[in-house]
C-alpha cells in the first residue's frame, strides 16, 4: 500500500503563486508515473502534469508556462509550482502516483484564486 499526503492549497489572489507537495510513504517499489489532476465544481477530473519514472513531462495546455512539476526521489514528493495563476484554476488538486501497476490518489487538496 502507498499513502500520499498534499499539502500548499489555499486561496491566493489572481497572478499569485502557491505549491504544492504529495508525498509518498508506504511500499514504494516500482514507480512508473507521479503527477497532479485538478476537479472544478461541476467539471470532471483532468490531468494537469504528469512525470514519468524516466523524466517524461506532460502538461495540460491550459497550464503550460504556468506551471511546473517536479520529484524529489530522495524525500519521495512530487511537486506543482504553480505561477500566474487564474481564477480557473480553482480546483481540488489531487496527487497520482502509479505503483507497481497499481494507481494511488492523495485526499485532495483545495486551490481557490481569488480577489
Known amino acids: 500500500q502507498v499513502q500520499l499526503v498534499e499539502s500548499g492549497g489555499g486561496l491566493v489572489q489572481p497572478g499569485g503563486s502557491l505549491r504544492l507537495s504529495c508525498a509518498a510513504s508506504g511500499s514504494i517499489f516500482s514507480v512508473t508515473a507521479m503527477g497532479w489532476h485538478r476537479q472544478a465544481p461541476g467539471k470532471q477530473r483532468g490531468l494537469v502534469a504528469h512525470?514519468?519514472?524516466?523524466?517524461?513531462?506532460t502538461y495540460a495546455d491550459s497550464v503550460k508556462g504556468r506551471f511546473t512539476i517536479s520529484r524529489d526521489n530522495a524525500k519521495n514528493t512530487v511537486y506543482l509550482q504553480m505561477n500566474s495563476l487564474k481564477p480557473e484554476d480553482t480546483a481540488v488538486y489531487y496527487c497520482?502516483?502509479?505503483?507497481?501497476?497499481?494507481?494511488?490518489w492523495g485526499q485532495g487538496t483545495q486551490v481557490t484564486v481569488s480577489s
Open positions: 497520482r502516483w502509479v505503483v507497481a501497476g497499481s494507481m494511488y
Open positions: 512525470i514519468t519514472s524516466v523524466g517524461t513531462i
